[in-house]
């Protein structure tokens, strides 16, 4: 195949080795206990720190997925490294991880791309981003088979992540399709700081609404660098038809390391047809 995106962070965010990646992996699924979802599962929220940090928490997610099956499979990130406007959609044959390829969903990919003048194709916003890349062994894990959608977003915008969502929603809409928002919430405040600021996160998630969210998070009552990729799973779930959500499990990086000076917060959500 050619115009692979090569894994950048095995190796660092988690292990490069296949057999310890993969044992990593479902130790952490093995030890989340989320609660049992009565419905069809559009969309999970996931966060994209390094495994020993944050895999704990994603796991609650992605152990829901166990023994489903999704044709399709779009992941939402936050752009870290470059700024553009818009979305951007890797228009290449794949993404590679060390548990293997992933064959990226050209035929979905070429039509958002040529059907909406604010998704484009931008290879450098893709080239260096952890946010997405981290999702794609916990899918690999729990998923059989399934086609990838990458898309990261240059700005979050309410507006764009309201467009985006129509434009998901129309072109997924009768497929089998698994939203993954990745989304860190705040960074570097103090335990007790964090913990106020994620819990207006909690709060606007499970309460289903993507515009309190975005209003919450432009006037900095709380914090989320993927706050974007969140509010577009939320309301794209919803023209899919999802009527539930709800916050599985939340921790922060002074609850695994320790070190309560200067924390970053994560969540793992699920959103859902009842």
């Not at 050619?2 to 988690?14: D, L, T």
């Not at 992605?62 to 553009?84: A, E, G, N, W």
């Not at 050209?106 to 260096?128: C, D």
């Not at 914090?223 to 779930?237: L, N, R």
Request: aromatic share 8%.
């Amino acid at each position: 195949m050619a115009n692979i995106r090569e894994p950048v962070v095995a190796g660092s965010f988690y292990p490069a080795n296949p057999k310890s990646l993969s044992q990593q992996v479902r130790g952490f699924l093995s030890q989340a206990e989320p609660r049992k979802v009565d419905g069809e599962i559009k969309a999970i929220v996931s966060p994209h720190a390094g495994y020993i940090y944050s895999g704990g928490v994603a796991a609650y997610g992605y152990k829901l997925l166990q023994d489903l099956d999704y044709d399709l499979v779009t992941v939402i990130s936050p752009s870290h490294r470059t700024y553009f406007s818009g979305l951007s959609v890797w228009d290449g044959e794949a993404y590679r991880t060390p548990l293997g390829l992933i064959e990226v969903a050209r035929e979905e990919v070429r039509e958002l791309i040529n059907s909406y003048e604010f998704i484009g194709y931008h290879p450098q916003a893709h080239l260096q981003e952890h946010a997405l890349e981290v999702q794609l062994p916990f899918l690999q894990e729990v998923l059989e088979r399934f086609k990838l959608i990458p898309i990261v977003m240059g700005d979050q915008s309410y507006q764009l992540c309201q467009a985006a969502s129509h434009a998901l929603a129309e072109i997924l809409k009768g497929k089998k399709v698994l939203l993954v928002a990745s989304s860190d919430l705040s960074h570097y405040h103090s335990y007790e700081e964090a913990k106020n600021l994620d819990q207006v996160v909690i709060e606007d998630i499970n309460s289903f609404d993507p515009k309190k969210l975005g209003e919450d998070l432009s006037r900095d009552r709380c914090e989320a660098c993927g706050g974007g990729a969140i509010i577009t799973a939320m309301i794209s779930s919803q023209l899919l038809g999802a009527n539930r959500v709800e916050v599985l499990h939340y921790a922060n990086s002074g609850d695994v390391v320790g070190d309560r000076a200067a924390v970053v917060g994560y969540l793992s959500a699920v959103i859902y047809r009842s």
